[in-house]
């Protein structure tokens, strides 16, 4: 009973801040990202009666007893839908540069989702995948499709209305994501730790659940229309409101770093001197910009003069979750 599945990360273009249900994974606000191309998870899971206990392995190295934990809970999870108790060994490499602001918890967890399901029998449409892939992560549910996906928040207590679906593909629309990295050095907090202490104290968390439904609203209509400038000012501002609740946490804290704000304050002179341009940041101190394909030399260029900037990644839209052929 063996299966290996192929998942790229994506970036959030409205953001996923708060959940209503930490244990389900169920978010206080529906979100919208587009699927990668170049950064990606490979994993094979492999079910056996002769196994006596659940086996990971990351990046050709043994997970520690807490990854571990996390692990052997998702699993019991896809267990409990197939009715078996079998035990899995775990071969995952990620292929992912966490310095550069991707979670690869996303591909990970969609990747882990897909390989599990198939090589324990169970037969899941990409819906049921993706809800399962949310309980390991949330942005995990959006990783499931390529191109450009909408994870829907539901409102069901059990999470059943609660998933991902795709809006338009990765062929439909071709624009370029440029990720900035300024730094390596991991976060003070956690996006977990973050995210529950800006919904348990922040004051301008209602008023980020009330403007992010009509940003949903706005992006979905620029994506579909492919509307890159309506596109571009929606998602950049809703990153911006995002930070903002984090300034208003109790103790507030911030995830960026100067060299961030020289970033963004770049794109904001690449946008004045006629390019089009746009910022998002997620809970990290990196940026990611937007742009069409006709400008991606001339903003690349252009950032790189910047003495912050360690690295660019070049991205495109990618595709969803894909079965690989078992190695024997």
Known sequence: MKATAKAHTNIALIKYWGKRD?????????????????FYTETSVHFSPDFHADRFILNDQQADPKEMEKITTFLDRIRNLSGKSLYATIDSKNYVPTAAGFASSASGFAALAAAATK????????????????QGSGSASRSIYGGYVEWQKGEKADGSDCYALPIISEQDWDIRVLSVEVTTKAKKVLSREGMKRTVE??????????????DLITARD????????????????NALKMHATTLGA???????????????????????????????????????VLCQP????AVRDKLSLLTVVREIHHCRPGPGITYLPIEK
């Open 222 to 237: 620029a994506i579909k229309e492919k509307d890159f400038e309506k596109l571009g000012h929606v998602v950049e501002a």
């Open 250 to 288: 109790n103790p507030p804290f911030m995830y960026w770093q100067s060299a961030t704000v020289e970033v963004m304050q770049e794109v904001e002179e690449l946008r004045a001197a006629g390019i089009e341009a746009y910022f998002t940041i997620d809970a990290g101190p990196n940026v990611k």
């Open 119 to 134: 090589a324990i029998g169970l037969d899941v449409d990409y819906r049921q995948l993706s809800q399962i892939a949310r």
């Open 22 to 38: 930490e244990q389900l994974f169920l978010p206080t606000n529906s979100s919208l990202s587009v699927t990668l191309d170049k």
């Open 201 to 214: 104290t922040s004051p301008f968390y209602s008023g980020w659940l009330e403007a992010v439904e009509k």
């Open 294 to 297: 006709k400008d991606e030399h």
